[in-house]
């Protein structure tokens, strides 16, 4: 075992021991390789550095009650790394690739997940870049798959505990056809200044609207966006909004707990109507939020005025961890236990 603090850790890089790579060349995957490499050597006029040939992806490996780990419904995250690929003409990794890949880092970097009980997991980081040259405006025909694997802690600092957010109109994190809907790099460069901008206001993320009308709520800087009033879970829809596999098991935990879900416009005004909100992804899971503020309007949208996360994002959470961790019956499946 890795000598880490592990109830302390930040979302954060730690080197590990190893990773493990893939090459796409002259049209087929070759085999995956193992490297104690944390640098990649690749060609000065490689795609991903001129083009924005690069996706990615990011999941977690659990240490259960039980002492097994587990990663949480890998599959999905295999599928949206594939619909990435296919966005920006990257060839696409094949499943069983990736889960071998996955496998053999998490086996390879054991002494790096922590145990149970520490509230940190082991973050897994695919990685898919065009890796072969071009000068012209055209797709590569070399590709590199990587996954890193490093202990983390909460991505929020804060943990499970309410946030304050921002209301931002003056950038976009993505066009209404763009690249919103998939897991690119440019999507994240995009929000960049409006996320730093936002921590040093003070707040824990941007919340970004529709970039045509300003008017409907889309990402919650780097995770979905949900609110719970009159019985309802309720997420935004939006073609420029990433699909969070979190977000997905949410809604089917809410169904169980015999909410009913919709995905739909959220405009701006109806922040107001919310018993609680949030946002949810893989890194924070929930981060329930206290303000939203809106900084053109100078509007703040109060929520968790006892200063605690309402008791159905609470719910939610614990559900969803606790099926993590194997401490509730995992009915739906999600879990693949790493032998």
């Known amino acids: 075992m890795a000598n880490i603090d592990w109830k302390n ?19 087929k995957w070759g085999h995956l390789e193992i490297s104690s490499e944390e640098t990649i050597n690749i060609h000065m006029a490689a795609t ?20 097994q780990t587990r990663v949480f419904r ?15 003409l990257m060839e696409a990794v094949p499943t ?15 002494d790096y997940i922590p145990p149970y009980g520490t509230g940190s997991s082991l973050y897994l980081r695919p990685l898919l870049i065009g890796s072969g040259p071009q000068v012209g405006v055209k797709p590569a025909a070399e590709y590199l798959f990587v996954i890193f694997a490093t202990p983390v802690g909460p991505y929020f600092k804060e943990g499970f505990k309410p946030v304050d957010v921002e209301i931002v109109r003056d950038y976009d994190r993505a066009a209404p056809q763009g690249t919103g809907n998939v897991k690119v790099g440019g999507n994240y460069a995009a929000s960049l200044r409006a996320g730093v901008r936002a921590h040093e206001e003070g ?3 941007s919340l970004f609207l529709d970039s045509k009308t300003k008017t409907y709520i889309d990402e919650a800087g780097p995770a979905n966006f ?8 309720i997420t935004p829809d939006s073609p420029s909004i990433l699909p969070s596999i979190t977000n997905m098991s949410l809604r089917t935990l809410a ?6 879900v919709e995905r739909r416009h959220i405009t701006v005004d109806e922040l107001d109507s919310f018993d609680e909100v949030g946002a949810c992804g893989t890194a924070a899971v929930i981060s329930p939020i206290k303000k939203i503020h809106d900084r053109n309007t100078n509007i703040n949208y109060m929520y968790c005025k006892d200063g605690h996360a309402g008791p159905i994002s609470t719910k939610l959470y614990k559900t969803l961890q606790g099926i993590q961790m194997g401490e509730i019956e995992d009915i739906h499946h999600w879990n693949t236990i790493i032998k």
């Open 48 to 67: 991903a550095l001129h083009y924005g040939q690069e996706a990615f992806e990011g999941l977690k490996a659990f240490t259960g009650k039980d002492g």
């Open 96 to 110: 069983a690739l990736f889960k071998e890949a996955m496998e053999t880092v998490i086996k390879l970097n054991k």
């Open 255 to 260: 169904d169980d707990m015999g909410l009913k």
């Open 226 to 233: 949900f609110g719970i009033k009159e019985g309802k879970y």
């Open 9 to 27: 850790l930040s979302f954060g890089y730690t080197k590990t021991n190893y990773n493990v790579r893939c090459y796409f060349r002259d049209g």
């Open 203 to 205: 707040y824990a993320a």
């Open 74 to 88: 890998w599959e999905e995250n295999a599928k949206r790394l594939q619909r990435s690929a296919e966005a920006i």
